[in-house]
């Protein structure tokens, strides 16, 4: 087995001391949670080949919260037989087997697999003989370790009677792992090609204590209830269609309301702040990307179209060469700077359909994407001002921000564009940034763009998960390549910085993330139906039909235009049944008529979370969703 690496990178700390024990403790506990999940894996691998001796295996690797094996067995493991596995891999916990390291020549290891007739490890041994490595990278996230001095020997560990190619670590014996569960079986190519036999992936968990793997269990079920893809679709947000293609989202009324809210908040905040809209084509000529230096690396990547003169194009895959053709369509003078571009656009990407998953991973990416054009020492104020645009953003919807600084390394220089003095001014620029907003954050060497430093912004939802959404990255590579050029205060030409900006990252995705977070219940302000009116009768219909138009008349900030969203049911239903739908529609407020509130011009008011806020005139219920609206903030029942 061409086994994971270690527990992850190592990162330094930014705005808290680093080195503290409590970041020691907490590296530690991540190091033996990684050494059981990991010998975890090992210990599936011994049952399952206990039970079919005839087994193949692939690769095995620790993953986040567990680990995972890919196996080729005739026998179609389904719940029962996971089960028959998980009882077996007690049974075997249960005999303190240890973890035994050996090593072998290549050549006779080579032989030791094949004897056994594990093909698929002959085949990563003799990539490794040949290439001098497993080339498995991609699909576990490192590659088998060999001795100093090329492939000599590798390394084996044997748990019980079962042996494999592993490079460790692992816990001393099977005692020492702690409580897991096996969760799913999933259909994997092996090596992540379709042309090569698909063997059967078999999920599972492990934590440290029993206590642990419960609480994530119970995580996993509270996801699962709130899984977009069923929610997209049970409050009418969005459709696919195998006729538009996979990927490719449809998005309802309802679905495009919520968009057009996201889009219209970021960019109230960002107006004021000096961003002017473009707009770009969808379709661009391939020579653009190759002078990019993006053609190279995402070609594969790209849907491509051939003009009817022969003229090769593509579906844009990303907007940043677009906008450095409007700014270099005039020539520019230092005072016009800085320039400061914004759209919300869609980028195409061709993704392998398997890894295609509901809004979270799509073919058609919509980005708010915005660029900055300004002077060197203009970098720190500008970095500023998105700054600001992203912590007012993510601030309504009670989503806590980590934030991570990108730094290149030093030692590599050749993996980075520009100077040693450049690199250490912008880091520099960033960490003053991050000082003057009194932020916390971590500080990653290496992680850096080719094209200058990052700041990344991870938002962690209601479930404590995190997403990696907003960014800012400084770009000193784009302006060369393209050879952007304004006139300095010295009537000089020099070149300006670039500034890439994301907000929501992908529309797609944020919604996804959002829809998640609320489990559908969105706040007032931003709920496709705001108010659901419940007349009682028949009788009560036209008194309903006026408490609409009175809501909808409403001049609210926020809310785009038609005041507040209202609708009557007016249904045949019984006024339970109307009030029961409309929770299960997630609208905030369910407002009851009758004869009583028809005379005094009431209203008795219902939550979703079936609070009863009983009768109040309709002004006083206008003034409360008013201030919802207006502050992007729900009001206490």
Known sequence: MAAASGAGSEGQAGGVAAGSQATAQTEDMEAQLFRMRHSCAHLLAAAVSAIWPQAKFGVGPAIKHGFYYDIELETQLGPKELERVEQKMRELRKKKLPFLRQELPIDEAIGEMARRNQTYKVELLKLLKEKGSTAVAAETGDDAVVSEGGVGTVSFYQTGEFVDLCRGPHVQNSIEIGAFKLTTVAGAYWRGDERNPQLQRVYGLCFATEDDLKRHVELLEEAKRRDHRRLGVELDLFAFSDLVGPGLPLFTPKGTLVRRLLEDFVQSLQEPLGYTRVAIPHLTKNDLYKVSGHWDKFQEDLFHVRGKGGEEFCMKPMNCPHHTQIFACRQRSYRD???????????????????????????????????????????????????????GFYRPFGMRLEVRLSLWDEKKPDKYLGSKERWEASQEALRAVLRQRNATWTEEVGEAAFYGPKIDFTAKDALDRAWQLATIQLDFNLPERFDLKYIAADGQAARPVMLHRAVLGSVERFMSVLIEHYAGAFPVWLSPVQAMVVPIADRHNEYAQKVVETLRSQTLKNALSGGIRAEVDDSRESMQKKIRNAQLQKIPYMLVVGDREAAEGQVAVRLRSGADLKAMPLDRLIERVKTEVESRSDLPA
């Open 337 to 391: 700077l800085p320039l400061r571009f914004s759209e919300v656009t869609s980028v195409y990407r061709d993704e392998v359909a398997g890894a295609l998953q509901g809004l979270s991973r799509v073919r058609m990416i919509t980005q708010d994407d915005a660029h900055v054009f300004c002077l060197p020492e203009q970098v720190q104020d500008e970095a500023l001002r998105i700054y600001q645009i992203i912590d």
